[in-house]
């Protein structure tokens, strides 16, 4: 985990509260802080936090008013005590005025990706823990070889670890169509770009960002286990993608089990456009330099966004 957490808060006509977390670096070093025994008020709360508006940087006032807009839709209590909590661990960021959406499982999410990249116009971004060597990867190098050719920037970051299944094939193909790829501390010691002693540091990041205006962000890897629904709430059922052929699933190895297979393994995406989408960028760019990937991911500047009125 970072040192300085970058929590994500989203629109404050419909927010939602998410940590976007790499692993360069441990957050706390000894005990772990105790949470809160009750919930602080809410200035005490604003003045633990940095908020970040589209116009920039807030006040203590504004704050306030953004976090009592965002704890007015549930539990006022579990929002503060979450906050205190993450503030005990390093600074803590938040991010106000976006329009988010929830994706609920696989499906919902690589729809809503691809859509994304079909419809850049400058640079796609893509962060994943695990790229597995499935159809829906296959899918997603097909479209950004595509972008790129079509002129965009196209850069790709996988971890070396949680994508160790994936035959260096899959990533050579994707440098052949002219897209940037890094792995994040590769096992080989002879590919390592940084210090070795930090194979153990992996990045469980999932996270794509498209011309610096809409991100996405949660636990869905580019994988077959998550190209069914889960079958559970909200899911819309088991679809007819391929079983995974390997198990990289970050909940274990092995052989999926049989309801796995046929379920889906589930997982929630967020889709953000606002100040979130340009932090996610940055972390991006951060994690890209310091892991010395060949070439540079360009800065952009995103156009203004207005949040969609709450439903």
Known sequence: MRRRVAALLFALGA???????????????????????????LTRVASQVDVTGPRGPMNQASREQALQAAAAQGRSDLL???????????????????????????PATFAAM?????????????????????????????????????????????????????????????????????????????????????????????ML?????????????????YSSGSGGFGSRGPSKAPKPKAASSEAGSGKPDDKAEENGWRDTMVQVRGPATQKLHTLFREVWSQQHCEGTVAAIAPRPVRPRASS
């Open 15 to 41: 927010s939602v509260g998410l940590v976007a977390c790499g692993t360069p670096r441990a957050p706390v070093n000894g005990r772990v802080p105790e949470p809160p025994s009750a919930a602080p008020t």
């Open 80 to 106: 503060k005590r979450q906050i205190a909590a993450m503030s005990a661990f390093g600074d803590v960021d938040l991010y106000a005025g976006n329009d988010a959406q929830l994706l609920v499982d696989g």
């Open 114 to 206: 691809f859509a994304a990249i079909g419809k850049a116009r400058r640079q796609i971004v893509l962060e994943s823990y695990i790229i597995e060597d499935a159809d829906v990867s296959r899918q997603l190098a097909d479209l950004l070889v595509k972008r790129r050719a079509d002129g965009l920037e196209v850069a790709v970051l996988y971890d070396g670890v949680g994508s160790m299944g994936t035959e260096e094939a899959y990533f050579d193909r994707l440098r052949q169509g002219g897209i940037a790829v890094c792995a994040f501390n590769p096992v080989n010691p002879l590919k390592q770009r940084t210090r070795y002693h930090k194979i153990t540091q992996r990045d469980h990041r999932k």
């Open 209 to 225: 960002v498209v011309d610096g205006e809409t991100g996405f962000t949660g636990g869905i890897n580019i994988s077959a286990v």
